[in-house]
């Protein structure tokens, strides 16, 4: 298989970096042990992990380690605060507390479990966004009432980058008694983070965005919050069974720590703001999301008169990555839900890539990306798009 020569794609995951490979080699190795296991192989795995614990609590500002669970990943993570939390509040309340709210640009897990625990009996009401992606605080607590058991809004959308008010909305779910959630994967290591500060509950991470392999996350969960249990066992304080993927969670860890060591560099930013500048010279291109309150290396656009999929084989063949939008439905000819809660023109929604960048980007490979992008935009804008809609494979 052909390496990518330019990667631009890292809201769909990112390379191991090499400092997170070298701490979970030994774990791979040597270091076999059980976590769970009192003999002195197993505790050096449970050091490592606690140790990991520690790091992770580090970059969300959690007041304890105690507070961060590992998962296999963000969308469990996802899964296991909403249900977890909603059927913990249900059986508090003897349900009384039976509605949960959202919003309608929401990863794909949190509108799975959504749809799971209304055919279950929960009710679950969406708040509008507005053409920049952003929820309104005023309209959340317009829309609380005595049955609401919890509120999941994302802190940076995965597709467009925008940023939510989260602090502002949580601020407004503690003032209820609401248990609130947010999906940070795409925010945590590009945004601070301070889960005590901004008054979160329950906060999901996945490794794979950070630098750390796939197959490893974890739910900040703030001391006091109750979740019933989605996964049994005693692992984790009873909160989430399975044996702990010690490798994973070590190079999650060590991911964590580069982050937070890393956060704030202007590098990344400035490159986001050399590639808009490209690529809004095209003709009948534009930016969707937030133009200021957007993740610092992340930005999607939409071309008038081409369809985004077809988009991104160009630019593969060429060489580089990017994506028509989320890993998990890249491909679909339909606009995304995410732009359609917007309103983008279906037009322009079905021409849409996005662009994000990390840390081994470089100038270089914006140079080369703003070179064949305007090229394959013209292309493909010659060839009329019903009939590459119905031409094989597409």
């Known amino acids: 298989m052909r390496e990518p020569l330019i990667y631009l794609d890292h809201n769909a995951t990112t390379p ?27 505790q050096r795995a449970r050091k490592a992990v606690e140790e990991a614990r520690a790091q992770v609590a580090a970059l969300v500002g959690a007041a304890q380690e105690t507070e961060v669970i590992f998962t296999s ?84 959308n995965n597709e467009v980058g925008s940023v939510e008010p989260i602090e502002e909305i949580a601020a407004l779910c503690r003032e209820r008694g609401v248990v609130f ?8 290591g590009k945004l601070p983070l301070d889960a005590q500060k901004m008054g979160l509950d329950l906060l999901s991470l996945s490794g794979h965005k ?37 490798a994973g969670i070590v190079a999650f860890g060590k ?19 050399k590639l808009e500048e490209g690529v809004l010279r095209i003709p009948g291109s534009r930016l969707n999301g937030h133009p200021a309150k957007r993740l610092p290396h992340c930005a999607h656009f ?5 369809d985004g999929h ?15 939008g989320p890993a998990c439905s890249s491909g679909s000819a339909t606009p995304s839900h995410v732009l359609t809660a917007m309103g983008v023109d279906p037009s322009l929604a079905t021409g849409s890539i996005r662009v994000s960048l990390g840390p081994s980007n ?26 590459l809609r119905e031409s094989p494979g597409a």
């Open 362 to 387: 470089s100038e270089a490979d914006l140079d080369r990306f703003l070179e064949v992008l305007p090229k394959a935009v013209d292309k493909l804008r010659q060839v009329p798009l019903a009939s």
């Open 210 to 246: 950070l630098g750390a392999p796939k197959g490893v996350g974890a739910l900040y969960a703030r001391r006091g919050a109750r979740l019933a249990q989605t996964i049994t066992g005693h692992q984790e304080k009873n909160r989430r069974g399975g044996t702990e993927n010690v």
């Open 16 to 42: 191991v970096r090499p400092e997170v490979l070298e701490a979970m080699l030994p774990y791979l190795r040597e270091e076999f042990g059980n976590p769970n296991s009192v003999y002195w192989l197993g």
């Open 73 to 156: 990943c963000g969308s469990e993570s996802d899964v296991m605060a909403i249900s977890g939390a909603a059927w913990a509040v249900w059986d508090s309340s003897r349900g009384k507390r039976r509605r949960i709210l959202s919003s309608p640009i929401e990863h794909e897990a949190v509108r799975g479990i959504l749809k799971v625990l209304e055919k279950r009996g929960f009710g679950v009401d969406l708040v509008g966004v507005d053409s920049e992606g952003l929820v309104d605080p005023a309209e959340v607590a317009g829309r609380l009432t005595p049955e609401t058991a919890l509120v999941s809004i994302m802190h940076a």
């Open 255 to 273: 991911a964590c720590e580069l982050a937070r060591r890393e956060l704030g560099s202007p590098r990344v930013l400035a490159l986001r703001r």
């Open 181 to 188: 959630h947010t999906d940070a994967v795409q925010s945590a």
């Open 302 to 306: 939409s071309f008038q008169g081409l």
């Open 310 to 324: 077809h988009l991104v084989v160009a630019l593969d063949l060429e060489g580089i990555c990017v994506s028509s």
